[in-house]
């Protein structure tokens, strides 16, 4: 199946069931403008229908930035009909993205800030370049974070480093973001995609159910239902052809093919 063509998205696949996105708007830093939002929301549609993708990697084009936020020249229309809106909408691609049954993987080369930060954070792992900033600049502007940024960012960093860097609007550097849990990975720009097609491939190699399946039980850690969710993915794995193989495979001692059934 081939993907959709867009304005100010790119798609590279590859032999490993690993697709790269590249959000293209590098002469605004990849500002999410309706356009950009829209179609991103498409492509993760077409990633989730796809049955040769098993991983996304979402990154930005040029060396500058990742996503340097909302469009700003957009938001400065909002009233308080749109902006509520615009919020939600924006929500709501993002939710998509962290409750993908595949893993997401953002690769964050250069600025992250406002949406930028939020998109990174609803991915399901950041692997950072060196000269990744990210941030929260949002009360710079009068605002605060509407894309998930006020509520990814307590659980991802803890409470109090996020109301700092909510309430300061300060970004981080890319060491800073390492230590304090909110990227995997911090590697030279030169090594950082390849490195993340290697992660992804890796992934990419396990039984999609179980893959799947374990997104949705770690989206649900710190739920009261998420130790019985937890309990009922892992039954319903144990009656998938994936799991006779995975385990078959091990105790044959052969690699396991899995079929994603
Ligand atoms: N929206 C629209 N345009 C943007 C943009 C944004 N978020 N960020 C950068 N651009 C544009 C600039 O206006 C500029 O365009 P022109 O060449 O046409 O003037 C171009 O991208 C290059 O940017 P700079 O010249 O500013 O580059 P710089 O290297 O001097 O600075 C930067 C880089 C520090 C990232 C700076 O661009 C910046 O501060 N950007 C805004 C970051 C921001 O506040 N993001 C949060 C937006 S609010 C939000 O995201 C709300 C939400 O939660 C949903």
Do not use: W
Not at 203 to 225: D, M, T
Not at 251 to 258: G, I, P, Q, T, Y
């Amino acid at each position: 199946m081939s993907l959709p063509v867009f304005e100010n998205i790119l798609f590279d696949t590859d032999e490993n069931g690993v697709a790269t996105l590249t959000i293209n708007r590098p002469d605004k830093l990849n500002a999410l403008n309706a356009k950009v939002l829209s179609e991103l929301s498409d492509a993760i549609e077409a990633v989730q229908a796809d049955d040769a993708i098993n991983v996304l990697i979402i990154t930005g084009a040029g060396e500058k930035a990742f996503v340097a936020g909302a469009d700003i020249k957009e938001l400065s229309t909002l009233n308080k009909q749109t902006g509520e809106k615009l919020a939600s909408v924006g929500q709501q691609i993002f939710e998509a993205i962290e409750t993908s049954s595949k893993p997401v993987i953002a690769l964050v080369n250069g600025y992250a800030l406002g949406g930028g930060a939020e998109l990174a954070m609803a991915c399901h792992l950041r692997i950072a370049t060196e000269n990744a900033m990210i941030g929260l600049p949002e009360v710079s502007l009068g605002l605060i974070p509407g894309y998930g940024g006020t509520q990814r960012l307590p659980a991802l960093v803890g409470k109090s480093k996020a109301m700092e860097m909510i309430l300061t609007g300060k970004p981080i550097d890319a060491e800073q973001a390492l230590r304090n849990g909110l990227v995997n990975y911090v590697l030279p720009a030169a090594e950082a995609l390849d490195y993340t097609k290697k992660l992804a491939a890796s992934i990419s190699k396990n039984g999609p159910l179980a893959v799947a399946a374990a997104i949705e039980a770690v989206n649900r850690a710190g739920n009261a239902n998420g130790f019985a969710c937890e309990a009922v993915l892992f039954g319903g794995l144990c009656e998938t052809e994936d799991f006779s193989e995975g385990t078959g495979a091990f105790l044959e001692k052969r690699k396991a093919e899995f079929k994603g059934r």
